[in-house]
């Protein structure tokens, strides 16, 4: 007589799709310079797909906190590098910039948005595996307050980028 086996528990597709795109962003964000030239083509990709999965995902209750506190330095060197990849593709004009102040007033930048949202996804990631439950909850909850904002500025000066066809490899003198 076989014994019963458990079968493993189906995970919601857009959870699935959200954990996918996850790894994806952290993967390329952690692959970004030179040995990766096209990675802002890719992440500029990437980032419609993101948007769509974080507000199609059904609501799944409450939601948890913060996971961990995230390690300042480390996403400092993270911001750093992508700035200095970035070069003048990082800043742009947000909404109340004064664009005849020239281009020393833009306040915003790619590499902040960028940042922003790797280490929200990364931290869900870290505890995904353990607590799939919470890893969503906790990404819900920074997406609602954080880095929606991130990623809707991100989105937008990629296709002003991607208009201009700057989106080509880091480095590249445009």
Same mark, same amino acid.
Not at 102 to 123: F, M, P, Q
């Given at each position: 007589?076989?014994?019963?086996?458990?079968?493993?528990?189906?995970?919601?597709?857009?959870?699935?799709?959200?954990?996918?795109?996850?790894?994806?962003?952290?993967?390329?964000?952690?692959?970004?310079?030179?040995?990766?030239?096209?990675?802002? =083509?890719?992440?500029?990709?990437?980032?419609?797909?993101?948007? @769509?999965?974080?507000?199609?995902?059904?609501?799944?209750?409450?939601?948890?906190?913060?996971?961990?506190?995230?390690?300042?330095?480390?996403?400092?060197? !993270?911001?750093?590098? +992508? =700035?200095?990849?970035?070069?003048?593709?990082?800043?742009?004009?947000?909404?109340?910039? =004064?664009?005849?102040? $020239?281009?020393? @007033?833009?306040? $915003?930048?790619?590499?902040?948005?960028?940042?922003?949202?790797?280490?929200?996804?990364?931290?869900?990631?870290?505890?995904?595996?353990?607590?799939?439950?919470?890893? !969503?909850?906790?990404?819900?909850?920074?997406?609602?307050?954080?880095?929606?904002?991130?990623?809707?500025?991100?989105?937008?000066? !990629?296709?002003? +980028?991607?208009?201009?066809?700057?989106?080509?490899?880091?480095?590249?003198?445009?």
């Amino acid at each position: 007589m076989n014994a019963p086996t458990k079968q493993p528990k189906q995970r919601d597709p857009g959870v699935q799709q959200i954990l996918t795109l996850a790894r994806r962003y952290c993967d390329w964000i952690e692959a970004a310079g030179p040995a990766a030239p096209h990675w802002l =083509r890719e992440v500029a990709l990437l980032l419609p797909w993101l948007h @769509a999965a974080m507000t199609s995902v059904p609501d799944h209750g409450p939601r948890a906190g913060p996971v961990n506190p995230v390690d300042l330095d480390a996403r400092f060197d !993270l911001y750093s590098r +992508l =700035r200095a990849l970035l070069a003048d593709r990082d800043g742009y004009f947000l909404e109340f910039d =004064r664009a005849q102040e $020239g281009l020393d @007033a833009r306040t $915003g930048s790619l590499a902040d948005d960028l940042t922003d949202i790797y280490c929200e996804l990364k931290g869900g990631l870290r505890i995904f595996d353990l607590d799939p439950q919470r890893a !969503l909850q906790t990404w819900l909850l920074g997406y609602e307050g954080h880095w929606r904002e991130h990623l809707i500025d991100a989105e937008r000066h !990629l296709a002003m +980028l991607a208009a201009a066809d700057r989106l080509g490899p880091v480095g590249d003198r445009d």
